[in-house]
């Protein structure tokens, strides 16, 4: 079985995804968190994300794993845990920067279909099912107002201790989406066979039990066909 939710940043995914994958009980990857850690390894290289020969480069010698425990996924890069570092605004926007290079997109893709190959997974990211995963059983579009997307994040982010601008978020989150929609490889879009949820005005419970509702409907669909 492969799912795949897509959507823009702070949409909720990561949180669906992990109770979704509990719920069914298979994996969840996070391949939004791999790219995390090509903009954080290039942030402590201080390689400009922007320029495309120095990232590729630095993709030449770079080890990124998912390690899975009791504690939930944690990112391993280069032999050390990063996990508590990649969700801070500026490494997102690293991120995305980073993850327009097609050397950057072909080897984590690469990854994140072999893992797909292997077992049954909940696959998180913004071209997972336009790209990673297009013969994906169920795919799932996800969004919501940048403005609801900032407050989520400006909470999570105070909950880590980490006091932040609420309106900086909002505008650096428009930032993101603009380069995530625009950019000329893989851009982050609905699949044409996804179901679109905005979950602006829905809450956790809502939006898990719509897409679990989803996937048993159309499951009863293809067993009776």
Same mark, same amino acid.
């Given at each position: ?131 990673? $995963?297009? @013969? ?5 579009? #996800?969004?919501?107002? &940048? !403005? +609801?997307?900032?407050? *989520?994040?400006?909470?999570? $982010?105070? @909950? ?5 601008? #609420?309106?900086?978020? &909002? !505008? +650096?989150?428009?930032? *993101? ?49």
């Amino acid at each position: 079985m492969q799912i795949a939710i897509d959507g823009p940043a702070g949409a909720g995914k990561s949180s669906i995804a992990k109770s979704l994958a509990k719920e069914l009980g298979i994996l969840y990857l996070d391949t939004g968190a791999m790219y995390r850690a090509v903009g954080y390894k290039a942030m402590k290289l201080g390689i400009d994300t922007l320029n495309e020969e120095k990232v590729s480069a630095m993709m030449d010698d770079i080890e990124i794993k998912v390690i899975y425990s009791e504690t939930g996924q944690h990112i391993i890069l280069d032999g050390t845990d990063i996990t508590e570092h990649i969700r801070e605004p500026e490494v997102s926007i690293n991120a995305s920067n980073a993850s327009k290079h097609r050397k950057v997109r072909d080897k984590l893709v690469a990854m994140q279909q072999e893992i797909a190959k292997e077992t049954d997974v909940v696959a998180e990211g913004r071209d997972i099912g336009t790209y990673v $995963l297009p @013969e994906a059983e169920y795919k799932f579009y #996800i969004t919501a107002s &940048a !403005e +609801e997307r900032a407050k *989520r994040r400006h909470k999570e $982010l105070c @909950e880590k201790g980490k006091n932040t601008d #609420i309106e900086k978020l &909002a !505008e +650096e989150i428009k930032a *993101r989406d603009y380069q995530d929609m625009n950019r000329e490889y893989a851009p982050l879009k609905a699949a044409e066979d996804s179901v679109l949820i905005d979950t602006t005005n829905l809450n956790f419970d809502e939006v898990l039990s719509l897409i679990l509702d989803t996937i048993k409907d159309k499951g009863k669909r293809n067993e009776s066909n």
